[in-house]
């Protein structure tokens, strides 16, 4: 993958001199009261260039993003678009005229549509849906389809299809609304590392061929260098570096993105985990014998008390599902026993027995409009009876105590959506510690988390492991696995293929063996 | 030096703004008790406030159980069914068995009734508006069937003197409702299961996944409703002393539209006994305005109706400015709150909104 990467690349050396198709100059947005989300943020998009915007979370990027597609207006500043000059955009349809198009990390499409028909369903002046005959519609699609590998055919519903068919349509539809800026937000977050190659060969083609400027959003670095030809840092709403993606590496991106106060911890990354000998009791862990829920086929696997294990599959492994099972969210076939005892019964009785789970979606499992506390108690409430009083001493003790141990950016009274991805999922895993000797289920840890956040999770999910718990996680990203776990389980639809312990535990061995079960899958 | 008194000024505009639309509804209240006040003389007296609470007493304390029921996240049309159904078993039961046995059984079908709709939704996954649409028409059918579609007059004056009793000069049914609202407020407000009533209707699945039964969770606020119908049905009953088969079918929707008037979102998991007491009190002050200013009374539903629309409408505002006001305030990263999608502006609550992302 890396070479034609690279191949790739050259070709974009001469596009210096290219006129910008979309230039934002000296944007600055300013919240009442007195919140500088953005501050003389300026950026040159050029045709046939891949620009990536790299920051943390609450660097800016959204706030820029809004602006450059009409959702918000600066408080001063201007926007220019090549061949048109100044514009303004008073809505986001303005912007989609002006030539700016916008792939969200949730998509606007119509499940019950074919990718056609979400394609030529535009939205007129009138602000009528108006759409297009169906064979016009197929002919319309596939002339822009072909361009890209893997696009799904025109008459698929897409309720059929994964995440990567949905994106491919979405970047197809603002094609055909005449987008000549193309604004992808977080693009790869749900994508597993085949799919996010595909998109990469997919925008860098586009940009070559078509001359279509791709300002690409992202806080996965290694994504972002990989793709672009230039990259620009926001940081505390300014643009605060630009340079062409060969020039730099992962961790000067993260200096920048983090500041001067953020050195010394970039130094601080721990490479490697420390290997550690199975802890005495071993046996007493999760065991899991012959479970099989949706999608897996019969799963043995075993957890030690103190041993971090790891699941690493992409779309379809079934990992996920295969947590929820053990937390009685998902029937399931089998037995299950922790600490030597069998698991019966639904979530209550895993949360007593001592389980622990966070999802790797935030929205279902956390609450925005609470507080943090209230988000905190809620799992220990249903251990006091429905008409016992609620007691709020232990609960605002418990939070304050995760808020100092795991250092939480926010107060126990604090709107929990007004914390950052990274705090929020701090409190997730927090409110499972309030006992001794847990076995925490944890999927995607770090997803929509940036940088600053990743670490600090990592941080806490080993210390976790080593004070006697069980920790059992699944990942779609191999860095993570190897920063976390102690073995590594690899599942391919269902089946576990490969097991990798301690230094064996690699990025391309972990994709390898994924891969290649995989293909095997598909040919047997 | 300058920049100071502006700040105090954004602070307060904030404060306002997060916190105006849960008083916004108790304001305009005040403010119609205070012009019903000023231009009639009739307004405030013992006489005419006591009228008003014994005409919202009944609705009001089966407004108690659907401001629980929606906050869970759902809703009870069948009320009115129940209502006229343990009318007729109750007066039939105080006939065969005795006032007290009566009662009880009255209660206890009640329950029954409320029960028999928790198990539809969250046992057979039926849609609450769908379900209670459903038992409520089956239960007026079964009020006409078992009263052969004639009043039943309750033998004896018990019930009667029962409904009529002052304890420290306040009416029965006047009591009934406070003591309804003051076992809402524990429940809702100061209970485990309050807590988890808002849990599930705020984000099922986050309740799920903290280990919230949410089956039960959804199932007892049908329970209580029945309850409280059943309440209502013997107050009723007891002013005419005859049960009337036909009784209570547009209850429903009156206790619906007062709750949701109070600024109860249908949406679940936000609203509280506050407001479901606030929006039945303005529901019945409008009425009584209407009448004490000798209005029309065909422009009273006109009005009620506008007032349901523009509460909901002016709830929807101030509310999405909250929130605003609220991230504002936080933090500038807004990680759970909905992304705009075309400049769709964002919903006000987190757990209902559904990406649009592949399932």
């Known amino acids: 993958m890396g070479n034609q990467n690279n191949n790739l690349r050259d070709g974009a050396a001469s596009l210096g001199t290219a006129t910008p198709v979309l230039s934002a100059h000296d944007l600055t947005k300013v919240y009442p009261p007195n919140v500088r ?164 060969r997919n925008l860098r083609g586009l940009a070559d061929e078509s001359g279509v400027g791709v300002l690409y959003v992202s806080h996965f670095l290694d994504d972002v260098l990989e793709v672009s030809d230039l990259v620009t840092v926001i940081r505390d709403g300014r643009a605060v570096a630009s340079a062409q993606a060969e020039t730099l590496d992962e961790s000067t991106l993260l200096r920048h993105m983090l500041g001067a106060d953020g050195e010394s911890e970039v130094h601080a990354v721990p490479t490697r985990h420390r290997p550690r ?51 009685g969210l998902q029937p399931y076939g089998g037995t ?29 499992t956390l609450i925005g409009d609470w507080s943090v506390e209230m988000n905190h108690a809620l799992p220990w409430l249903s251990t006091r009876g429905s008409f016992r009083p609620l007691r709020s001493r232990p609960d605002r003790k418990a939070t304050t105590a995760t808020i100092e141990a795991l250092a939480v950016k926010g107060a126990p009274g604090q709107p929990m959506r007004t914390l950052s991805g990274g705090n929020q999922q701090k409190v997730a895993l927090g409110r499972w510690l309030r006992r ?34 069980a920790l059992l996680v699944h990942s779609t990203d191999p860095e993570e696995l190897i920063a976390l776990c102690e073995r590594v389980v690899v599942l391919v639809k269902g089946r576990p293929v490969a097991e990798f312990q301690g230094q064996e535990i690699a990025v391309d061995v972990l994709e390898a063996a994924a891969r290649s079960n995989l293909e095997m899958a598909a040919t047997g | 030096m300058k920049s100071l008194p502006q700040t105090v000024v954004g602070d307060l505009q904030d404060f306002v703004n997060r916190h105006l639309h849960k008083y916004a509804v108790a304001l305009v209240l005040l403010v119609i008790c205070i012009y019903l006040s000023i231009t009639t003389n009739t307004f405030l007296t013992t006489m005419n406030i006591t009228n008003v609470l014994l005409q919202v007493s009944m609705i009001g304390i089966i407004a108690m159980g659907m401001t629980i029921l929606l906050v869970s996240g759902n809703f009870d049309l069948s009320v009115g069914g129940i209502v006229a159904l343990v009318g007729v078993v109750g007066a039939k039961s105080i006939n065969s068995s005795g006032l007290v046995a009566g009662i009880l059984i009255a209660v206890a079908f009640g329950l029954v009734l409320g029960a028999v709709n928790g198990v539809i939704v969250t046992r057979l996954g039926v849609n609450s508006l769908m379900a209670t649409l459903g038992s409520g028409l089956a239960y007026s059918g079964l009020a006409l069937l078992v009263s052969n579609s004639s009043p039943i007059a309750v033998e004896g004056s018990g019930l009667r003197d029962l409904v009529k009793a002052e304890l420290l000069g306040i009416q029965m049914p006047i009591l009934v409702f406070a003591a309804a609202i003051a076992a809402a407020a524990w429940f809702l407000h100061f209970t485990v299961g309050g807590r988890e009533v808002y849990a599930v209707g705020a984000n099922p699945d986050a309740a799920r996944y903290a280990g919230v039964p949410i089956n039960r969770v959804r199932f007892l606020p049908f329970v209580i409703t029945g309850g409280l119908c059943s309440l209502a049905s013997l107050i009723l009953v007891g002013q005419l002393n005859t049960a009337l088969p036909e009784a209570a079918s547009t209850w429903a929707l009156q206790v619906i539209a007062a709750v949701v008037v109070g600024g109860v979102s249908i949406a679940g998991g936000k609203g509280t006994v506050f407001m479901g007491v606030v929006g039945v009190l303005l529901i019945g002050v409008v009425n009584n305005g209407f009448n004490l200013e000798n209005l029309d009374t065909n422009y009273q539903s006109i009005f009620t109706g506008a007032i349901i629309v523009a509460a909901v409408a002016i709830d929807t505002y101030l509310s999405r400015r909250a929130a605003l006001a609220t991230s504002r305030v936080m933090s500038s990263d807004r990680d759970l709150n909905p992304r705009p999608i075309d400049g769709e502006p964002a919903a006000p609550s987190v757990g209902l909104t559904r990406s649009s992302g592949p399932p």
């Open chain 1, 37 to 200: 989300a953005l501050v003389d943020f300026s950026l040159a998009l050029r045709a046939g260039e891949i620009h990536g915007l790299a920051g943390a979370n609450g660097a800016g990027k959204s706030t820029a993003i809004k602006i450059l597609t009409g959702v918000e207006q600066p408080t001063s500043g201007t926007i220019e678009m090549g061949g048109v000059g100044v514009v303004s955009f008073g809505s986001p349809t303005d912007a989609a005229r002006a030539g700016i198009g916008v792939v969200h990390q949730e998509l606007p499409l119509l499940p019950n549509l074919t990718a056609a028909e979400n394609v030529v369903l535009a939205i007129d002046e009138r602000g009528m849906l108006r759409g297009s005959h169906r064979r016009e519609a197929l002919e319309i699609y596939s002339d822009l389809a072909q361009r890209f590998p893997g696009a799904p055919p025109g008459d698929a519903l897409l309720e059929h299809l994964g995440f990567y068919a949905w994106q491919m349509v979405a970047i197809i539809r603002a094609l055909h609304s005449g987008a000549r800026a193309l604004i992808l937000d977080e693009p790869t977050s749900s994508l597993g590392t085949d799919d996010r190659a595909a998109l990469h």
């Open chain 1, 277 to 327: 000998a199975p802890r005495a009791g071993a046996a007493g862990g999760l065991r899991l014998e012959g479970v099989r829920t949706f999608g897996t086929e019969a799963i043995d696997l075993a957890v030690g008390a103190g041993e971090r294990v790891g699941l690493y599959g992409l779309e379809g492994s079934g990992a996920p599902a295969l947590l929820e099972a053990v937390f």
């Open chain 1, 336 to 364: 299950m026993l922790w600490r030597g005892q069998e698991l019966r019964g639904g979530t209550r009785a895993r949360i007593d027995a001592g389980l622990g789970f966070v999802s790797g979606d935030r929205k279902r």
């Open chain 1, 436 to 469: 001794e000797g847990v076995c925490m289920l944890v999927d995607e840890p770090t997803h929509g988390v940036d940088a600053h956040g990743r670490l600090a999770i990592h941080e806490l999910l080993r210390e976790l492991g080593g004070s006697g718990n």
